[in-house]
């Protein structure tokens, strides 16, 4: 009875394996990543997705052949593993096979010849015999995976995930490492190639990390117990070294990388920036707040309008100036959302701030108000930020000279981005802190007793839009200097909810998990643009995945781990009890 | 002793309810006093009008003399007058010195600038608060015990803790909705003598919702009895046990002549353990 469970337990995971293949295949993800390699002519990536998802259909067998049958099958495990990849494999040759005696194409548009060749090998419809056999071996290495001891298995997970991160960003290391000269070229071209990573940077990267990992796993306490012998000053030393390390990698990375890796940390850095503020709003306070972005545009719209010397800009004071008013003005309007807002909950409030942003967005966008903002048009001609004096302007239409270093490029934004986002983190790790943090925190958790313990909910609450709002106006200012023109268009829906996602990535109420999130969400995709098509799905899937795995975060606020640590410190007393 | 509260022909309806029915109620200052009666007999409702939770529709109630029926909550809170909740209402994800460090909001008075500023006023100002914090949580029997969060402290603790919270608001009267519920004979007795504590060494005038009838009639000075909104009696414990009116709330019409001893018995709890 319990055997024949545990092999249609298998053939289910295989028949699932199956349809996560069929459908990566139809959305056409196969065929775009095949264009690419993991490791240079030999595994493109489109090759890999489809293997791992065989490798994890027989991990994932055998893991559940264990939870029925118990730990030690050996035999029991490996059989189940083969089932569930031969299965998947069958179910792909199936797919193929069907492909080339039916038209598939009418309904699925990627269900096409090129498709089927890229499974069959190029060698045609006689060639499906190996799907299966493929399945089977990889289903068997799956489920030998799991028989590894757990010693070695974290590190060779560690030293497969990193290597293939590796793979995936080769086309990045390789253009930051070319860029400079002697030893470091010849390096980057012998471990990257055009695409993905050379044979010998696959091994070297693998069995480095490998390595590491061990020797982590043997010392790791060691050298904790070091460090936390260290005495204060130490410890402090040691933490400003990091810090500076990190510095001089921020300060020099743009001129080493060039501008379009520093574009893409430069947008990170905004989605921080409004990261933070919602995070105040959402993260400390409670309050969802899905039109963010109408802050942002209105930050945005105030420096364009006061800096541009295009058609529509009213002033040419200096960008310096012009930040402050602009966070000014996002906070003003910050209670303008808020004052309506104070008695809304809950879904109502997600709700009603939805309608805020498309109303910011609609009123910039309108011909209705295009005589002030442009309309569709948009704002254009933005004056970049000039360290010196400006000449004195003239004319409103006149662009003012910069006498001085002209912060123009994108590598000069970028110290001013990353600036102001460290600013910005550090004014919301003392707000959070404080007394209003706390009165925050309160709200969050109940409003009605917050408010009987004497905590002023409008006051509070307003202060939370309006710290929001000016976190987020400072980052549409900057993003207003770095594109020199704003368009209502950028100011999509899409982008509010790219800030809820990542702050619930990172995790909620926490200012590390804003940056952590931010990477993940923001930065990664922007530097994978073979992937940007499937984007949202992958994006989907990771939120799915995150908040079913890890629903506290990437890196959860210190609430969360006094909890964890105060529920190992009772099991540890309980245990000394007995 | 002149009474620190005074309600006036309080009435508070919901719809074509009427939850509390023109009950005038007064506390003298520094007693204890409780107020018990069925479910549904309106003693939440009108703790609420109280605080400031519901605003009665008609009636008026003075605290030290002023009227606070008009106010919202947290000013009440400011001019001294603080609760606990029938089911624990703690911010369950703070630690317990947060939790009470919210009570004391109301007594700081840095702004949000200083405090990102950092300036000196800011960090004095935190240091005394989270002395105060810690002093009460130590009043409160749970010293060390700080940085845990609410949530995962035991049952007994968070009562405890819920009325460390309402004391960092420096309350005058201090609302206790049932604070027993859910406690065994020894910790009611705990309870009951923690409560002479607060009126005793801290001069608080406590008023008390309860249907424990021995932490009720152990402690209180006066009993008000309410039933469908209105007040059906009022006394000394002694004269709330034997009025037949308060026998028939509590156990319908026959009981009153059914025996008073036997109604009596169970009405007190003297057999129960409950």
Known sequence: ?578 | MGNILEAKNVTKRFGGLVAVNAVDFNIPEKSIVSIIGPNGAGKTTFFNCITGFGRPDEGEILFEGNPIQRLRPDQITRLGISRTYQNIRLFADMTALENILVGEHAFLHSSWISSVLGLPGVLHEEKTALAEAQRLLDFIGLRGKGDMLARNLPYGAQRRLEIARALATRPKLLLLDEPSAGMNPRESEDLTEFIHRLRDELGITILLIEHHMRVVMGISEVVTVLDYGEKIAEGTPAEIQSDPRVIEAYLGRGAATEGMATAHERFTGSKKSD
């Open chain 1, 1 to 578: 009875m319990k055997k024949e469970n545990f092999l249609w337990n298998a053939v289910k995971t295989g028949l699932l394996g199956g349809a996560i293949i069929i459908f990566i295949c139809l959305v056409g993800m196969t065929e775009i990543f095949s264009k690419r390699y993991v490791i240079e002519k030999f595994v493109t990536l489109g090759q890999f997705v489809l293997l791992t998802t065989i490798v994890g259909a027989g991990f994932i067998a055998s893991r559940r052949t264990s939870n029925l049958l118990g730990e030690n099958r050996t035999v029991n495990n490996l059989t189940g593993g083969l089932i569930a990849g031969l299965v998947t494999g069958l179910v792909l040759a199936l797919f193929v096979f069907i492909g080339y005696k039916v038209n598939l194409r009418a309904v699925f548009l990627n269900a096409s010849p090129p498709l089927y060749n890229l499974l069959t090998f190029g060698k045609g419809q006689g060639n499906i015999w190996p799907l299966p056999l493929i399945g089977a071996v990889g289903g068997l290495i799956g489920a030998a995976f799991l028989l590894i001891p757990a010693m070695y298995r974290g590190p060779l997970t560690r030293a497969s995930i990193f290597t293939f991160f590796m793979a995936l960003f080769s086309g990045l290391f390789r253009v930051v490492m070319i860029n400079q000269k002697g030893g470091v070229e010849k390096a980057a071209k012998y471990l990257f190639g055009q695409t993905g990573l050379t044979w010998e940077g696959t091994l070297i990267f693998f069995f480095g990390v490998l390595i590491i990992a061990l020797l982590w796993n043997y010392r790791n306490k060691e050298v904790r117990a070091r460090i936390s012998r260290l005495p204060k000053r130490g410890q402090l030393t040691l933490r400003i070294l990091l810090f500076i390390v990190i510095l001089y990698i921020a300060i020099g990375l743009p001129t080493v990388s060039g501008p379009f890796i520093a574009q893409v940390i430069v947008t990170m850095t905004l989605f921080i920036l409004m990261g933070l503020g919602l995070n105040i709003t959402l993260g400390f306070a409670g309050l969802l707040d899905l039109g963010f972005v109408a802050f942002y545009a209105i930050g945005a719209y105030t420096v364009g309008l006061l800096t541009s010397y295009g058609p529509f800009g009213l002033q040419h004071i200096p960008f310096w100036l012009a930040v402050p008013i602009a966070v000014l003005v996002a906070m003003m309007a910050g209670a303008i959302l808020g004052l309506p807002v104070l008695g809304v909950r809950g879904d109502y409030l997600a709700i009603a701030t939805l309608g805020f942003g498309e109303i910011v967005r609609l009123l910039a966008g309108s011909d209705f108000l295009a005589k002030y903002f442009g309309g569709p048009q948009g704002v254009i001609g933005i004056q970049k930020p000039c360290i010196g004096t400006l000449a004195p302007f003239v004319r409103v239409d006149v662009p003012r000279v910069c006498n001085g270093i002209e912060l123009g490029t994108v590598q000069g934004i970028y110290y001013i981005a990353i600036a102001s986002a460290l600013l910005i983190a550090f004014v919301a790790w003392r707000l959070r802190e404080s007394r209003l943090g706390r009165a925050w925190m309160a709200i969050r958790e109940d409003e009605d007793v917050a408010e009987a313990l004497g905590v002023n909910l409008i006051q509070t609450k307003l202060l939370a839009y309006m710290l929001g709002a000016a976190f987020a106006g400072l980052g549409g200012a900057i993003f207003a200097t770095l594109i020199g023109s704003i368009f209502a268009t950028s100011m999509q829906l899409i982008v509010s909810i790219n800030v809820v996602a990542l702050i619930v990535v990172g995790g909620m109420g926490s200012i590390p998990g804003v940056i952590v999130g931010a990477i993940a969400l923001i930065g990664l995709p922007e530097l994978l643009r073979e992937v940007s098509e499937f984007r949202y799905l992958i994006y989907g899937l990771v939120l799915i995945i995150m908040m079913l795995a890890k629903p506290e975060g990437l890196w959860p606020s210190t609430a969360a781990k006094r909890e964890l640590h105060h529920a190992d410190a009772e099991n540890v007393s309980a245990e000394s009890m007995i």
